[in-house]
């Protein structure tokens, strides 16, 4: 226990430290100036950007903690003054994952709970969402020294039941994301040309349909010359239902029944989920732990080159695609609790038109008036006081893109946010083995992650497939759309 209570002292005045100086940058004061640069943001981008950052960051430590590497170097840091001791793993591995992630998934619910029923950035618990940063990193960083003191039982319990259960709800929004893109995406084009009769739509919808088609083609004859070859059952099974999925799936869209009832269906939406399944196989046959002798499974593993720079550049590009993901799936409300961001919304009955701001040139028109009002007695000498208060707030709100509806759930945002820390901690240490860990742990080159990957692409043609036949299966249900 007293090698337990050391690591978060030791912790707090080092790497605490300097996270907290990383998770301050990720305050709207920070990316308002970073978007002061680039042009015009509104609010509800900056704090979407400030919590993907925290996710970034806390993913970063929950890879770092996984091996005994940040112990060594906060040892290093006391110049092996205060020896650390884990046992069976306490301060770092597969309970310290766990742990750092509970932290930010317990965070993340706190604010679910909070923010629950907020619809407008004029509410005050608003504020809670789009601001107090230094408040919110502190309590974050809190949380991660308390759950130290939590026995090793819960996570254990944690981590193989509720953390996995979530992990799959997780991966499971994510493929209903990938297919009500898919589906947009083409029915926007259509849309286009359909009100436009425009030739460049056309060629921008049968180029990128071609242009997919093509890629997972490529993609596929790559996986059979490299990760195809003799003794290699599981990759050959792979790619080859995969390759099977996505031609029966292209002809499912444009079968005659398809189109009967759902005439917007088409090669479009089976080529972008073509494309992504066939992305999900070939990253799961190529970061296959390798068994064979002359790794003719995988030969990635023989020419991963620098050892230490692979892996950790491997580890910073996952937990990037993983913090765009869950930012991306946040704020997609998927009929959970969205605010309807694409519907027609009038405005609120103090809002007129579509004017927060007076231009400078009234405001100063309109402070000299109150100042020749105030000089002739007219006015008390507060009417200044009170107009600069209006200006300051007319600045405040210039980027306020949610003063009529919030452009998201904010509560179904930290949810997602939740399953996110869980999907980050079971990709961590699912299949892990720490006798076979150096320094720095890999990231997904386990046959559990290559496995998670192919199951996903087949789960996501069955939704796919689901969004073609439903109509046909239930029209009744289908008849308004």
Not at 50 to 60: D, E, G, P, V
Not at 126 to 137: D, E, L, R, T, Y
């Amino acid at each position: 226990m007293g090698a337990l209570l050391s690591l978060p002292l030791l912790a707090v005045p080092s790497l605490g430290t300097i996270l907290g100086f990383v998770g301050s940058c990720c305050g709207a004061a920070a990316c308002s100036a970073l978007c002061s640069a680039c042009g015009k943001c509104g609010n509800s981008v900056l704090t979407r950007i400030a919590y993907a950052l925290i996710l970034l960051i806390n993913s970063i430590l929950s890879w770092i903690m996984l091996t005994k590497w940040a112990i060594e170097k906060l040892q290093h840091l006391t110049f092996n003054y205060v020896k650390i001791s884990c046992g069976d793993g306490d301060c770092y591995g597969w309970l310290a994952v766990h742990r750092i992630n509970f932290a930010l998934g317990l965070f993340h619910l706190m604010l679910a709970g909070l923010l629950l029923g907020v619809n407008s950035s004029k509410q005050p618990r608003a504020k809670i969402q789009n601001g107090f940063w230094g408040p919110k990193i502190i309590a974050w960083l809190g949380l991660i020294v308390l759950t130290f003191f939590i026995p090793d039982e819960f996570f254990v319990f944690w981590g193989n039941y509720i953390s996995f259960i979530c992990a799959m709800l997780f991966l499971i929004l994510g493929l209903i994301l990938l297919v009500d893109l898919a589906h947009n995406w083409a029915e926007y084009c259509l849309a286009q040309i359909e009100d436009t009769d425009s030739r460049t739509w056309r060629i921008i919808l049968i180029g990128s349909t071609l242009g997919m088609y093509l890629a997972s083609l490529a993609m596929t004859i790559i996986q059979y010359i490299f990760f195809a070859g003799n003794g290699c059952s599981m990759n050959q099974a792979a790619i080859t239902i995969n390759l099977l999925l996505w031609i029966a799936v292209s002809a499912i869209s444009v079968h005659p029944t398809v189109q009967e009832y759902n005439p917007k269906a088409g090669l479009a939406q089976a080529a972008m989920v073509a494309i992504y399944c066939t992305y999900l196989t070939m990253s799961a046959v190529s970061m296959e732990p390798d068994e064979t002798e002359d790794r003719r499974c995988n030969p990635l593993v023989l020419g991963q080159g620098t050892r230490t720079t692979t892996i950790i550049l491997g580890a910073i590009a996952t937990m990037l695609t993983v913090a765009y993901t869950t930012t991306r799936a946040a704020t997609q409300s998927l009929g959970l609790g969205g605010s309807g961001r694409g519907q027609i919304q009038l405005p609120d009955e103090d809002e007129h038109d579509l004017v927060t701001q007076q231009p400078s040139l009234r405001r100063e028109m309109r402070a000299e008036a109150l100042r020749r009002a105030v000089e002739e007695g007219s006015l008390p000498a507060d009417a200044l006081l009170s107009d600069d208060d209006e200006s300051d707030a007319g600045d405040r709100t210039a980027n306020d893109d949610e003063r009529s509806s919030t452009q998201y759930s904010y509560a179904m945002f930290h949810i997602v946010f939740f399953l996110a820390t869980a999907w980050v901690a079971t990709l961590l240490t699912m299949d892990w083995d720490d006798q076979k860990q150096g320094d720095f742990a890999t990231v997904g080159r386990t046959l559990w992650a290559s496995w998670v990957k192919i199951v996903s692409s087949w789960v996501c043609y069955g939704l796919y497939t689901w969004t073609l036949v439903a109509p046909i299966v239930l029209p009744d249900r289908f008849d308004g759309y």
